[in-house]
């Protein structure tokens, strides 16, 4: 008597779970701030720079690693101040070693898993980077690490007579790449001023895209007129639509008109992509019938519909059952082992089907 009421209540559990995943994961603000703690963020302006360098033979001179750091901060807006007795809003750490000590197990998922989070198994050299607000240090953390894990042999590979004095140079040069200063414009809450770096001529294709990224993570709404803008460059084009599908509804038009019209495969490959986000982080269904319609458009190029496969099973709806089966029932007919663009797309519906229709799979 229990079986059938498990059918039913298992893909809508699933469904709603994975929603909640995928919202989280945008989530402007962190949900552990307080609302207290969120006018602190919105506030911050002035930022404290607190470095500490170690090497094997003990502490040396952080001063180049801190002329860095401020003029990494000041390049994104922030002003920075050198020592505790100066008004500051917030306290940034950075702590630079030529051999990283262990400080105890880390967290896993979500930012935990990203290529800069700090890493457990890296004994190398390695800043760690993480902010004080009001005193507490909050659950954001960040690591820098060399390309070299052995200092010594590096040092002497470039025939440096110090290798501490080598690593910390390393690092500081690592420091002058890391775009730490938009990750905590982001963590902080800052649209504002990404977007002004974002306008910026002097701003690198490069940072714009990872700026465009971090505004789609926040969801920043008021993006979308830049966003826009952006679609007009082809080298920002494909960040820029990925972006929007992070943000409100207000962007399905715009990425309906671009999948269906854009001269652009790459585009519209992306468009159908970012439907697929939007649509399953709002639990929006009206993205479905747009893409149904380019799934069933014998000139989709293979590649869009791939994108339009995948994106279909994040919104699972009983309407895109039949066309996918019927799709399916196409792909296999073909035979062809080394087309690998024809694997991908049959991945790709496979694994659609297998989302949509929930009925037959907990059958």
Known sequence: MWYPFRIVVAPIFL?????????????????????????QLEKIQTVFVDVLALTDNGSVDATPLIDTVVQRLADAGYSAVRHSTQAHDVILRVKCEQRKTWEGTTVAG???????????????????????????????QKEVRTDFEDAVAAAQAAQAPDAGRYVMATLQEALGKYEFPLLLAAEWGHSDRLL??????????????????????????????????????????????????????????????????????????????SLGQLGGLHGDAS?????????????????????????????????????????????????????????????????????????????
């Not at 007009?232 to 999948?259: C, F, H, T, W, Y």
């Open 15 to 39: 469904s709603v779970f994975v929603l909640s995943l995928l919202e989280s994961r945008g989530l402007a603000y962190r949900e552990y701030f307080t609302p207290e703690q969120r006018i």
């Open 110 to 140: 979500g930012d935990a898993d990203l290529p800069d989070a700090p890493s457990r198994l890296w004994k190398g050299p390695a800043c760690q980077l993480t902010y004080l607000l009001g005193g507490m240090k909050i659950k954001w």
């Open 196 to 273: 002004k770096l974002l306008d910026s001529p002097d701003t690198s294709q490069a940072r714009k895209l990872k700026i465009m990224s971090l505004l789609g993570d926040m969801q920043a709404d008021a993006a979308m007129p830049k966003l826009k803008e952006a679609l007009k460059d082809r080298d920002l084009a494909k960040q820029a639509l990925s972006a929007i599908g992070n943000l409100g509804r207000d962007g399905i038009p715009l990425l309906v008109e671009l999948m269906n019209t854009s001269p652009q495969l790459e585009v519209q490959a992306a468009a159908a992509k």
């Open 287 to 363: 993205v479905v019938l747009p893409l149904l319609a380019k799934l069933q458009d014998p000139k989709t190029d293979w590649t869009v519909l791939t994108e339009v496969a995948w994106a279909l099973g994040k919104i699972p709806d009983k309407r895109s059952i039949q066309p996918l089966y019927d799709l399916d029932k196409k792909l296999q007919a073909i035979r062809d082992p080394d087309n690998v663009t024809l694997k991908k797309l049959k991945e790709a519906v496979f694994w659609s089907i297998k989302q949509c229709d929930t009925w037959d799979q907990y059958s």
